[in-house]
């Protein structure tokens, strides 16, 4: 009887004991390409390039912005990138990840994001500043995409 509970309690702390994704040179590299991918993701929102941003999701990417329903897949974030730009010249934009985690085939990536954007029919500069997650796949190339990303602002958006 002794051993079981024994082992019951080694079982219970084993299972509260979190899961520790030990560093390599292997997952260097991939946080590199992903960092690389990321400086890319700001390059095309930059140049308000809705094509530039799309090429970096995934083929089944999920985005889900604030605000909104979710878009599904590479039409999906192409229909809403271009939405946007027709909506917004961006001006500025910049993220800072504060932690990027690699697992295998998978990875997450979280941090803050400060944009500037102009109504693309005139009007004041606004200014945007928030937090986001993506989580990001493997392709069967090496290269890393996103495949579901979500954002959202630090304050309210201003009302209309």
Not at 89 to 105: C, P, W, Y
């Amino acid at each position: 009887m002794r051993s079981h509970l024994t082992l019951l309690f080694l079982l219970f702390i084993a299972s509260c004991t979190p899961v520790v994704v030990w560093e390599t040179a292997e997952t260097e590299a991939d946080v590199g390409k992903i960092n690389k991918a990321s400086e890319e993701f700001v390059a095309a929102a930059k140049a308000n390039d809705a094509e530039g941003l799309v090429s970096l999701y995934a083929a089944d990417a999920v985005l889900m912005p604030p605000n909104e329903p979710l878009s599904k897949g590479s039409e999906g974030a192409q229909t809403w990138m271009r939405s946007f730009f027709d909506q917004f010249t961006m001006e500025d934009f910049n993220i800072s990840a504060q932690k990027v985690v690699v697992s295998g085939d998978w990875a997450f990536r979280r941090g803050t994001f400060a944009m500037t954007v102009s109504p693309a029919g005139g009007g004041e500069q606004m200014q945007d500043v928030g937090k986001f997650i993506d989580i990001w796949q493997r392709q069967s190339d090496g290269s890393w995409k996103i495949h579901c990303n979500i954002w959202n602002r630090d304050h309210p958006p201003p009302s209309q």
